[in-house]
T-cell receptor, first 112, second 115 residues
Framework: EPEVTQTPSHQVTQMGQEVILRCVPI?????FYWYRQILGQKVEFLVS????????KSEIFDDQFSVERPDGSNFTLKIRSTKLEDSAMYFC??????????FGPGTRLTVL | AQKVTQAQTEISVVEKEDVTLDCVYE???????LFWYKQPPSGELVFLIR??????QNEISGRYSWNFQKSTSSFNFTITASQVVDSAVYFC????????????FGKGTTLSVSS
């Protein structure tokens, strides 16, 4: 069964550094998403992406965040200048049109 | 605005007990989807079920069952004869019937099943 994959599984970075989180969505899916989950809290929507454009974004998704589909398979989330409060689990998800979102295993980001 | 409330923060049961996880949602839209996801200790989010707002039929899948009631804006999840492997955080979520739209999650219910 096809799965969403994410790399790395754990990323440690220094405050102020840039990080790129990578995702490979399910191959025939058209919508891609990023969510984050701060430890012990609920899952929060960041952004959705369709046809090489942002479809929807939340208030959390400010100018320090960006997304890109650099090729036909990868979907990335870039955080330009990390802050301590960016420490969280970041989940990528993908879906066919207007259908269930399937999540990857997550990348745990630790900002020191 | 949409909102999902899972009032039960933590539930502890003994194996073979039945347990119901509550979910109450708020939306002004008439067309929407409701979901349950499971997050085991390993951390991934596992899709369990999707329900659209026009389908109020209850659903049963093995030991899992779901009760959707629009009159009370609830979408409750029951595990029958719970097992230790059911121990996880369970999230209820809501999305509008619109492509690429966000999932709005509740805060989750941590279920602990002891042997």
């Amino acid at each position: 069964e096809p799965e969403v994959t994410q790399t790395p599984s754990h990323q440690v970075t220094q405050m102020g550094q840039e990080v790129i989180l990578r995702c490979v969505p399910i191959s025939n899916h058209l919508y891609f998403y990023w969510y984050r989950q701060i430890l012990g809290q609920k899952v929060e929507f960041l952004v959705s992406f369709y046809n090489n454009e942002i479809s929807e974004k939340s208030e959390i998704f400010d100018d320090q965040f960006s997304v890109e589909r650099p090729d036909g398979s990868n979907f990335t989330l870039k955080i330009r200048s990390t802050k301590l409060e960016d420490s969280a689990m970041y989940f990528c998800a993908s879906s066919p049109i207007s259908d269930t979102q399937y999540f990857g295993p997550g990348t745990r980001l630790t900002v020191l | 605005a949409q909102k999902v409330t899972q009032a039960q923060t933590e539930i502890s049961v003994v194996e073979k007990e039945d347990v119901t996880l509550d979910c109450v949602y708020e939306t002004r839209d008439t067309t929407y989807y409701l979901f349950w996801y499971k997050q085991p200790p390993s951390g991934e989010l596992v899709f369990l079920i999707r329900r659209n707002s026009f389908d109020e039929q209850n659903e049963i899948s093995g030991r899992y069952s779901w009760n959707f009631q629009k009159s009370t804006s609830s979408f409750n999840f029951t595990i029958t004869a719970s097992q230790v492997v059911d121990s996880a955080v369970y999230f209820c979520a809501l999305s509008l019937n619109q492509a690429g739209t966000a999932l709005i999650f509740g805060k989750g219910t941590t279920l602990s099943v002891s042997s």
